[in-house]
């Protein structure tokens, strides 16, 4: 599925991932492929990206901090997700 990450300054990642977990405002959920549509917002906590030959902008990869060589996560605190059709957009700050 396709995962867009973009903040108040700039597209942070955009790329193929095999899952995606966020911190749902009643708690941690997990996305994987053809997950039923959902919008939600997003609290303090971590955005978890798995998968294979990720690739970050060299600009922002300092933001995300590797958990192995197929899982990272990106330190939030506020956002919105949309994921529909395998295609998920996130907005954090």
Do not use: C, W
């Amino acid at each position: 599925m396709l995962l867009e990450i973009v903040s108040p300054e700039a597209t942070l990642f955009k790329g193929q991932v095999d899952a995606v977990s966020v911190p749902g405002v009643d708690g941690e959920f997990q996305m994987l492929n053809n997950h039923a549509a959902i919008v939600s917002m997003l609290t303090k906590g971590n955005i978890r990206i798995v998968g294979k030959n990720l690739k970050f902008d060299e600009k922002f990869a300092n933001r995300f901090e590797k958990l192995s060589d197929q899982e990272y996560y990106l330190p939030i605190e506020t956002g919105t997700i949309e994921l529909k059709d395998n295609r998920i957009n996130i907005l954090a700050s």
